[in-house]
């Protein structure tokens, strides 16, 4: 009867120790499928927070665009661009003329990615920063 009772046990232990690694494991699949934000509508509390906003003293000049956006690659030529400065790395570039040296830079061509992957430069911009390329690179 002993023997009994104990696998009763036995059975009972296992069993109250399975749901509690359930609740765990439940417990952790809501964490990770949980949503990432909230969304806060008029009214809300957390509606009330102050928005920042990007500030814009104009466009960024062709220098600016450059070294903040440009250099990673021109300056070390990386996936084949020509670095700045390099005069004959440029000369078949410029040759082609400005316009064609606007749209490659803006849309993109071999191993450039369109706009330099310079999500918010305008097409002023990226001009100006092919401009300022082309000065340092005669």
Request: some cysteine; overall charge negative.
């Amino acid at each position: 009867m002993n023997k009994v009772w104990g696998l009763f046990a036995a059975a009972g232990l296992g069993l109250c120790l399975s749901v509690v690694a359930m609740a765990d494991r439940q417990q952790d699949i809501a964490d990770r499928i949980k949503p990432a934000g909230k969304s806060c509508l008029v009214g809300e509390e957390c509606a009330a927070a102050p928005v920042a906003v990007a500030s814009s003293d104009g466009p960024r000049s062709g220098e600016q665009v450059y070294t903040t956006k440009c250099f990673s690659c021109h300056a070390t030529g990386a996936a084949g661009a020509p670095k700045l400065g390099d005069a004959a790395a440029w000369a078949p570039r410029i040759a082609q003329g400005a316009e064609t040296l606007y749209t490659h830079a803006i849309g993109g061509l071999n191993g450039m990615p369109a706009k330099g992957l310079c999500m918010d430069c305008s097409d002023d911009e990226i001009k100006a920063a092919v401009d300022h390329m082309v000065a340092g690179s005669q």
